[in-house]
DNA sequence: TTGCGTCTGTCGTCTGGACGACAAAGGAAG
DNA sequence: CTTCCTTTGTCGTCCAGACGACAGACGCAA
């Protein structure tokens, strides 16, 4: 059966708050590029002229310290756009790369911006996003400044699993697919710490673990990790 | 001389990128409060129904870890729009408190939105604007994820000195308007990091520091203390 | 089936910086 | 002018967690 162009099942928390009509208009501006696991979709050296809206895949935005040490700030799925937060400098701030094979529109910023005029309520899901994005952002910012390992672990767990963050097909297992670098690179920590946390919240029955991949079994017990001290 | 409604100088990041017939309409929305230095202007538990307008004053906007121990996300200056990351929930996500007497018009979130319709182009300053606070929360993450303190500390003071954040009324000498307290609660770090810090960057002559005040003298000296080793 | 690369699990050493404590200086309020 | 609170500067102790190293398991590609 060939692909489809977009994931089934949900269409994320961009393209699902546009009505059918306007959805559709959009997804003919631009450009769609396809990009294999592993692809670069731009890296910070690159001009910053287009928005994406991410059609099938998953895409992880990252930063890259000094050292080559990786902080992902975030990841993305089918129905979300990004590149956004880019319009008003010349050029990215950050990298994005293809986790999964993936399909994008990429949208140059004047016609996105004269989609926006011409569909004001359109612009007003953006803000929406973009304040939503920048409360998980200071959020991370606060975890990072008071919050141990563990506590961070935790709370990226519940909000990953509370969040529409799936392996895209829809797999029915309810489980995250990150492994423990990647949890490692999103909460700022190294990869060891994050195998020790997982291992105590599997032996206290709060996380069910396999290679690559994390499921959250009992929400309680997960949230009760935060109340006892490390 | 009777205080004029708003500061003198630099409108600030918002109202600046607004023409004048444009800003006024702005104006004429909600209702504008006074807050005294100190007087909270909202806080965490309070329901997000409209977005402010700073006209005169600062503001910061922080979190408060379980312990008490404070995190400053943001400081706002005149002409200045905050209190936009929360119209998707409805609850507010950090809380507000003025550092100066300040004046902020609060714009009911419907009426904001209806201003946004009949004015796109505020639609895009705003998304800009968003879109600027999200790349700066991103390097905020990633220096705390990777950088040490001095590195936070020279960061910080490089991002301010770059920006028009300034204490309210213009003051000729340039000097940021920060105690230690002020910088430790933005970089994450314990006060007495930040004193020491401070202390070899004075040494050094990259900065001049008054009580409750930084200033940078040398901005190649200052760039230069992120390359040495701590 | 085999080989190789990736991922997970464990361990010991080392260090950046948190933190409490204390003293001194500065400034605002009475 | 005095008092008191805030802010700055210094110091010693303690520990969370980074990190390199290594071993074993898993899965993909040939």
């Known amino acids: ?50 928005v994406f809206v991410l059609l099938r895949g998953r895409v992880k935005i990252y930063d890259l310290a000094e050292e080559g040490k990786e902080l992902i700030l975030w990841f993305f799925q089918s129905g979300d ?8 400098d010349t050029q990215r701030g950050a990298n994005a790369r293809a986790c999964d094979a993936s399909l994008a529109l990429s949208i140059p910023r004047e016609r996105f911006r004269d989609f926006l005029e011409h569909h004001p309520e359109v612009s007003w899901v953006v803000i929406e996003l ?9 959020d991370v910012v606060q975890n990072l400044a008071t919050t141990c390992v563990t506590g961070r672990v935790v709370k990226l767990l519940q909000r990953l ?23 490692a ?11 020790e946390t997982l291992g105590m919240l599997k032996r206290t029955g709060a996380i069910e673990c396999e290679r690559q991949c994390v499921r959250v079994i009992d929400a309680d017990r997960l949230r009760a990790a935060l109340q006892s001290p490390p």
Chains 1, 2 share one sequence.
């Not at 489809?4 to 699902?16: E, I, K």
């Not at 009505?19 to 001009?47: A, I």
């Not at 973009?130 to 200071?138: C, D, K, N």
């Open 81 to 88: 756009l990004f590149g956004i937060a880019d319009m008003t």
């Open 161 to 183: 699993d509370a969040s529409s963050f799936r392996r895209p097909g829809g797999a029915s297992d309810n489980s995250l697919p990150l492994t423990h670098q990647d949890i």
């Open 1 to 50: 059966m060939a692909k489809t162009r977009m994931d089934s099942g949900s269409m994320g928390p961009f393209l699902s708050r546009l009505k059918n009509s306007t959805r559709d208009q959009l997804l003919t501006l631009g450009s769609e590029h396809s990009f294999l696991k592993g692809d670069s979709v731009f890296s910070s050296d690159d001009p910053a002229e287009s």
């Open 185 to 195: 690179d999103m909460i700022g920590c190294c990869r060891q710490s994050v195998t």
């Open 130 to 138: 973009l304040g939503r994005r920048l409360r998980t952002l200071g």
